[in-house]
């Protein structure tokens, strides 16, 4: 078969990936070697992309109110409930609110659609909990949002600043990249992260400073770079403005305050200073630690600050990059998809931009004030001001924060559309239209990632039931609703060119954004698309000095600094920090499909310090629950002195349709930056206890596990059948009946159980004739059986009752092979196995490889195979 190129549709490195369909069914993927983000690698997630794409549970009928429609009746209700609530409220009655990961050509679409033709900004993205203190910071510095770097400058720095980005789990590619160039040249790294993450493995120096510090951090380096030879005075005075204002206000915080606002050390603050001074190529890479904060866009300038003041931006190895989330988070900025843009980075409160978009899209009006932010959006529904709300590509049900209150304003508003294309997740459960979208794979178009480079996202699959494109589904209902001749596009290549012909209209230089040179291209051309970056022939913006200001010169933006929105209470004493995986994208639609993925970590788990578990009795795999004013959720205790005291981690990724209690955002609280709107997802004050379990239980099974009225449960997929994690408050009367439910055991099934009332235990297995169907392990503590190896003998014969009654040790026989939890998801070996190779003398990464193969594809688990190797950390935590 044929082999296609196309972009991964994770994460924003966007690495490109060549697809090959197999003869027999499935699809090979293997990493793109001519790609410019990744020259052929992929990280754990992109290599298991060919196990993520059955159509098991996808969406692939419209639906309304849960029944089967048809695509023109489904059409029609949206066009008509959109247009019955737009006269009756107003065009700020109904909103959209769409996503990164849909595609240039669907954002183009659904912005024109709402700010040019219904009339209202209320347009906004999960952008807005990612992106948006970026966006802000750089047009606030450069009067544009542009991001200056490229990726090679990782590789041609000599410090790489990481502020709140975990890269090596979530930009992986990118951090191999960082790693290999580190290893060449001697790059020197410093994380500033309250955690010690993975990233830290390549560490020189990291800096665990308190949450929500930053901006006190970097008015800390301002100074010292002002008092120091680095200070760029010429190129300051040449090309920026507010220079002086902004390190007076700077040093409003002197040095003893940046020590106590960052919980610091001298000594650190100063290596690090050091650094940064005395290296004239750094970029300083920041993510979410950075946004996700009500201070988000003062840590921006506050970074950007430093670099101004070296002017150490768009040359080679240096500059502020904000790395990008979503595979297509730059194109979601670049089409103007959020409520506080217009479209091709043209302004709302700017007239001209307003008649060059409106002229170019011949619309009979023209948002032209900031539409409702997510936020806000989801507030106003909840107030009952949106009648009628179009969500796409997003699940805010479990990603916005406050969830269990967006979850309550979507059961109550009028009228709930969602472009999907999976039949259940927590946010389809809510909708009134269900809209099947067209996915990876089978989907056309384009995004751009981090480094503003436009790539081609390719179908090779066909399209299944009644799967529909994101950008045709909002075409059809424009066309409803009167628009056709303004939508009336056949393929995303014409999409495209009107979007490539608007970021040219009236442009000559003085807008970042010009892909006039695409703009005629022919539909075969526009198909063989080769990555490119804008704009074309220059990697790297600013360089020359020259912003998008009116007079062309960057702006320094004092950044006083603010404490974090709510501080802890006796009541709500740790702060709770919120973020990502290695193998889990977001709400593990996709991710969560294969035990490939969920083998490395497959519950959602509560990250504490030592010193905080104990003095709460919370012991290690037990449960505990964290609460704050908007809700509870329950996680399995993981204590580690990678936390700083006084936080605690969860991840975001466990979703009501995958585990009990644990949609982490039900605890977030939505307070917002001032000046983005982008919410403070990593710092929310909260209570935790341990949760009172009178049992804890694990259970293997061939079909999907029922499970009911079990307080903490957590679901994950294995090779033959299915993981499930257990606890529960009340100790049950009847296991064997709890047993055949969980396992979903036919009545002919029979059942060999064990049970010890005096130490609480409790396990049975089911068997259909000598088949493993499932097994049940239940005791009064953490249960300890191998997951890896029970699950592995789902479905396999045991021919005599010896073999039988063995399943109920949960464990290989003595001298038998159990790897432990996996580590290396590509060639699926376990901790065990490693740490078999380190006894047998292995000392080195690249040596476990070779005895084991752990680490040698996709890379992802070599900084914790270092992490086994050597107990001692590699850098110094200040
Ligand atoms: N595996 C995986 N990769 C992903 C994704 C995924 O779901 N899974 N999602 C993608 C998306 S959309 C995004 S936006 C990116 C996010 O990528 P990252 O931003 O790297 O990831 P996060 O885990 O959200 O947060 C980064 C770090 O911020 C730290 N942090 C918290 N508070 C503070 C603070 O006050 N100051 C500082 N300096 N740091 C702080 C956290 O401890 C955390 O380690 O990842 C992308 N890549
Ligand atoms: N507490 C806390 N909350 C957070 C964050 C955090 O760090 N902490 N991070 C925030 C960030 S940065 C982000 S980006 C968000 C992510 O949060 P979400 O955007 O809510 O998460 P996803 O699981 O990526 O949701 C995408 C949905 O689109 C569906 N989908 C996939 N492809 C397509 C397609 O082509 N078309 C359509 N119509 N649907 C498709 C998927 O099945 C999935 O249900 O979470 C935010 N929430
Ligand atoms: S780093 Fe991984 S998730 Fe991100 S684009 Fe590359 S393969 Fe996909
Ligand atoms: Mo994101």
Same mark, same amino acid.
């Given at each position: 078969?044929?082999?296609?190129?196309?972009?991964?549709?994770?994460?924003?490195?966007?690495?490109?990936?060549?697809?090959?369909?197999?003869?027999?069914?499935?699809?090979?993927?293997?990493?793109?070697?001519?790609?410019?983000? @990744?020259?052929?690698?992929?990280?754990?997630?992109?290599?298991?992309?060919?196990?993520?794409?059955?159509?098991?549970?996808?969406?692939?009928?419209?639906?309304?109110?849960?029944?089967?429609?048809?695509?023109?009746?489904?059409?029609?209700?949206?066009?008509?409930?959109?247009?019955?609530?737009?006269?009756?409220?107003?065009?700020?009655?109904?909103?959209?609110?769409?996503?990164?990961?849909?595609?240039?050509?669907?954002?183009?679409?659904?912005?024109?659609?709402?700010?040019?033709?219904?009339?209202?900004?209320?347009?906004?993205? @999960?952008?807005?909990?990612?992106?948006?203190?970026?966006?802000?910071?750089?047009?606030?510095?450069?009067?544009?949002?542009?991001?200056?770097?490229?990726?090679?400058?990782?590789?041609?720095?000599?410090?790489?600043?990481?502020?709140?980005?975990?890269?090596?789990?979530?930009?992986?590619?990118?951090?191999?990249?960082?790693?290999?160039?580190?290893?060449?040249?001697?790059?020197?790294?410093?994380?500033?992260?309250?955690?010690?993450?993975?990233?830290?493995?390549?560490?020189?120096?990291?800096?665990?400073?308190?949450?929500?510090?930053?901006?006190?951090?970097?008015?800390?380096?301002?100074?010292?770079?002002?008092?120091?030879?680095?200070?760029?005075?010429?190129?300051?005075?040449?090309?920026?403005?507010?220079?002086?204002?902004?390190?007076?206000?700077?040093?409003?915080?002197?040095?003893?305050?940046?020590?106590?606002?960052?919980?610091?050390?001298?000594?650190?603050?100063?290596?690090?200073?050091?650094?940064?001074?005395?290296?004239?190529?750094?970029?300083?890479?920041?993510?979410?630690?950075? @946004?996700?904060?009500?201070?988000?866009?003062?840590?921006?300038?506050?970074?950007?600050?430093?670099?101004?003041?070296?002017?150490?931006?768009?040359?080679?190895?240096?500059?502020?990059?904000?790395?990008?989330?979503?595979?297509?988070?730059?194109?979601?900025?670049?089409?103007?998809?959020?409520?506080?843009?217009?479209?091709?980075?043209?302004?709302?409160? @700017?007239?001209?931009?307003?008649?060059?978009?409106?002229?170019?899209?011949?619309?009979?009006?023209?948002?032209?004030?900031?539409?409702?932010?997510?936020?806000?959006?989801?507030?106003?529904?909840?107030?009952?001001?949106?009648?009628?709300?179009?969500?796409?590509?997003?699940?805010?049900?479990?990603?916005?924060?406050?969830?269990?209150?967006?979850?309550?304003?979507?059961?109550?508003?009028?009228?709930?559309?969602?472009?999907?294309?999976?039949?259940?997740?927590?946010? /389809?459960?809510?909708?009134?239209?269900?809209?099947?979208?067209?996915?990876?794979?089978?989907?056309?178009?384009?995004?751009?990632?981090?480094?503003?480079?436009?790539?081609?996202?390719?179908? +090779?699959?066909?399209?299944?039931?009644?799967?529909?494109?994101?950008?045709?589904?909002?075409?059809?209902?424009?066309?409803?609703?009167?628009?056709?001749?303004?939508?009336?596009?056949?393929?995303?290549?014409?999409?495209?060119?009107?979007?490539?012909?608007?970021?040219?209209?009236?442009?000559?230089?003085?807008?970042?954004?010009?892909?006039?040179?695409?703009?005629?291209?022919?539909?075969?051309?526009?198909?063989?698309?080769?990555?490119?970056?804008?704009?074309?022939?220059?990697?790297?913006?600013?360089?020359?000095?020259?912003?998008?200001?009116?007079?062309?010169?960057?702006?320094?933006?004092?950044?006083?600094?603010?404490?974090?929105?709510?501080? /802890?209470?006796?009541?709500?004493?740790?702060?709770?920090?919120?973020?990502?995986?290695?193998?889990?994208?977001?709400?593990?639609?996709?991710?969560?499909? /294969?035990?490939?993925?969920?083998?490395?970590?497959?519950?959602?788990?509560?990250?504490?310090?030592?010193?905080?578990?104990?003095?709460?009795?919370?012991?290690?795999?037990?449960?505990?629950?964290?609460?704050?004013?908007?809700?509870?959720?329950?996680?399995?205790?993981?204590?580690?002195?990678?936390?700083?005291?006084?936080?605690?981690?969860?991840?975001?990724?466990?979703?009501?349709?995958?585990?009990?209690?644990?949609?982490?955002?039900?605890?977030?609280?939505?307070?917002?930056?001032?000046?983005?709107?982008?919410?403070?997802?990593?710092?929310?004050?909260?209570?935790?206890?341990?949760?009172?379990?009178?049992?804890?239980? +694990?259970?293997?099974?061939?079909?999907?596990?029922?499970?009911?009225?079990?307080?903490?449960?957590?679901?994950?997929?294995?090779?033959?059948?299915?993981?499930?994690?257990?606890?529960?408050?009340?100790?049950?009367?009847?296991?064997?009946?709890?047993?055949?439910?969980?396992?979903?055991?036919?009545?002919?099934?029979?059942?060999?159980?064990?049970?010890?009332?005096?130490?609480?235990?409790?396990?049975?297995?089911?068997?259909?004739?000598?088949?493993?169907?499932?097994?049940?392990?239940?005791?009064?503590?953490?249960?300890?059986?191998?997951?890896?190896?029970?699950?592995?003998?789902?479905?396999?014969?045991?021919?005599?009752?010896?073999?039988?009654?063995?399943?109920?040790?949960?464990?290989?026989?003595?001298?038998?092979?159990?790897?432990?939890?996996?580590?290396?998801?590509?060639?699926?070996?376990?901790?065990?196995?490693?740490?078999?190779?380190?006894?047998?003398?292995?000392?080195?990464?690249?040596?476990?490889? /070779?005895?084991?193969?752990?680490?040698?594809?996709?890379?992802?688990?070599?900084?914790?195979?270092?992490?086994?190797?050597?107990?001692?950390?590699?850098?110094?935590?200040?």
């Amino acid at each position: 078969m044929p082999s296609t190129r196309t972009v991964c549709p994770y994460c924003g490195v966007g690495c490109g990936v060549i697809a090959t369909p197999r003869a027999g069914g499935g699809v090979d993927i293997a990493g793109d070697p001519d790609h410019p983000a @990744n020259f052929g690698r992929l990280c754990s997630k992109g290599a298991a992309l060919g196990e993520t794409l059955s159509l098991d549970d996808r969406l692939l009928q419209p639906m309304i109110a849960g029944k089967r429609a048809t695509w023109s009746r489904a059409l029609d209700l949206v066009a008509t409930r959109f247009t019955e609530a737009i006269r009756s409220h107003g065009p700020d009655s109904v909103a959209l609110y769409v996503s990164g990961q849909i595609l240039i050509e669907d954002y183009y679409v659904a912005n024109k659609f709402m700010k040019g033709f219904i009339g209202s900004a209320n347009i906004d993205t @999960n952008s807005r909990l990612c992106m948006a203190s970026s966006v802000a910071g750089h047009k606030r510095a450069f009067g544009s949002d542009t991001v200056p770097g490229c990726y090679e400058d990782l590789e041609e720095a000599d410090l790489v600043v990481l502020v709140g980005s975990n890269l090596a789990w979530c930009h992986p590619v990118l951090f191999q990249r960082l790693a290999a160039a580190r290893e060449k040249r001697g790059t020197k790294v410093v994380v500033v992260d309250p955690r010690r993450t993975e990233t830290c493995e390549i560490a020189d120096l990291h800096l665990a400073l308190a949450p929500g510090s930053d901006v006190a951090l970097f008015n800390g380096l301002l100074p010292y770079i002002a008092g120091s030879h680095v200070i760029d005075r010429n190129w300051i005075s040449a090309h920026t403005i507010g220079f002086s204002d902004t390190c007076k206000a700077a040093a409003r915080t002197p040095f003893h305050d940046v020590v106590r606002i960052t919980g610091l050390s001298e000594a650190a603050l100063h290596a690090f200073f050091d650094l940064f001074v005395s290296t004239e190529r750094v970029v300083t890479i920041y993510s979410q630690g950075v @946004n996700q904060s009500t201070s988000g866009t003062d840590k921006v300038n506050a970074i950007i600050n430093c670099h101004l003041a070296t002017g150490r931006i768009g040359r080679p190895g240096m500059g502020p990059f904000s790395v990008t989330g979503q595979p297509n988070a730059m194109g979601g900025r670049e089409t103007g998809g959020l409520a506080t843009t217009l479209a091709a980075h043209m302004d709302l409160d @700017n007239a001209e931009h307003r008649r060059i978009v409106q002229a170019h899209w011949v619309s009979p009006r023209i948002a032209g004030k900031p539409g409702l932010k997510a936020v806000d959006l989801f507030r106003a529904v909840k107030a009952g001001r949106i009648r009628a709300l179009w969500i796409m590509a997003t699940n805010p049900v479990d990603s916005m924060p406050e969830a269990d209150d967006v979850r309550g304003a979507l059961e109550a508003c009028p009228f709930v559309v969602v472009s999907e294309v999976e039949r259940h997740t927590d946010t /389809t459960s809510v909708a009134d239209v269900l809209l099947p979208s067209l996915g990876w794979g089978e989907k056309s178009g384009t995004v751009t990632n981090s480094e503003r480079r436009i790539s081609r996202q390719r179908a +090779f699959l066909p399209r299944p039931g009644e799967a529909k494109a994101d950008w045709w589904q909002l075409a059809e209902v424009a066309r409803r609703m009167g628009f056709a001749d303004a939508f009336a596009w056949k393929s995303p290549h014409d999409v495209f060119v009107e979007h490539a012909r608007l970021t040219a209209t009236d442009n000559d230089g003085k807008r970042d954004l010009d892909l006039g040179d695409v703009a005629t291209l022919s539909r075969g051309a526009y198909d063989a698309m080769q990555p490119f970056q804008w704009p074309r022939r220059r990697a790297r913006i600013f360089g020359d000095g020259r912003f998008f200001t009116p007079d062309g010169k960057a702006r320094f933006v004092p950044t006083p600094f603010r404490p974090l929105a709510t501080s /802890t209470s006796a009541s709500l004493p740790f702060v709770l920090n919120t973020g990502r995986v290695r193998d889990q994208w977001h709400t593990m639609t996709r991710t969560g499909k /294969t035990p490939r993925l969920t083998s490395h970590i497959a519950e959602p788990y509560l990250e504490i310090h030592p010193d905080d578990a104990q003095p709460i009795g919370l012991a290690p795999a037990t449960i505990a629950q964290v609460s704050s004013p908007h809700g509870m959720v329950l996680l399995r205790v993981l204590v580690t002195k990678r936390q700083r005291r006084g936080s605690v981690f969860a991840p975001i990724h466990w979703t009501a349709q995958v585990a009990g209690r644990a949609r982490v955002d039900s605890v977030v609280a939505g307070h917002v930056d001032p000046v983005s709107g982008q919410p403070e997802l990593k710092a929310t004050p909260v209570a935790v206890k341990q949760f009172p379990a009178a049992w804890y239980g +694990f259970a293997v099974s061939q079909s999907k596990p029922v499970v009911r009225e079990v307080e903490y449960w957590a679901v994950a997929p294995a090779t033959n059948g299915w993981c499930v994690e257990l606890a529960g408050a009340e100790l049950n009367g009847d296991w064997d009946a709890t047993a055949r439910t969980l396992l979903n055991l036919p009545a002919t099934a029979d059942l060999l159980s064990l049970r010890d009332r005096t130490a609480g235990h409790f396990r049975c297995a089911g068997f259909d004739g000598e088949r493993l169907l499932g097994a049940l392990f239940v005791a009064q503590h953490p249960v300890e059986v191998s997951r890896a190896w029970a699950a592995a003998q789902l479905g396999h014969h045991f021919d005599g009752v010896h073999e039988r009654l063995a399943i109920l040790s949960g464990r290989p026989a003595s001298g038998a092979n159990d790897k432990g939890a996996i580590v290396c998801a590509c060639f699926d070996v376990g901790c065990n196995q490693i740490i078999g190779a380190i006894a047998n003398g292995c000392s080195t990464v690249a040596a476990v490889g /070779t005895a084991t193969s752990a680490g040698t594809s996709c890379g992802s688990c070599r900084t914790q195979i270092a992490r086994m190797l050597d107990a001692k950390p590699t850098a110094k935590t200040g």
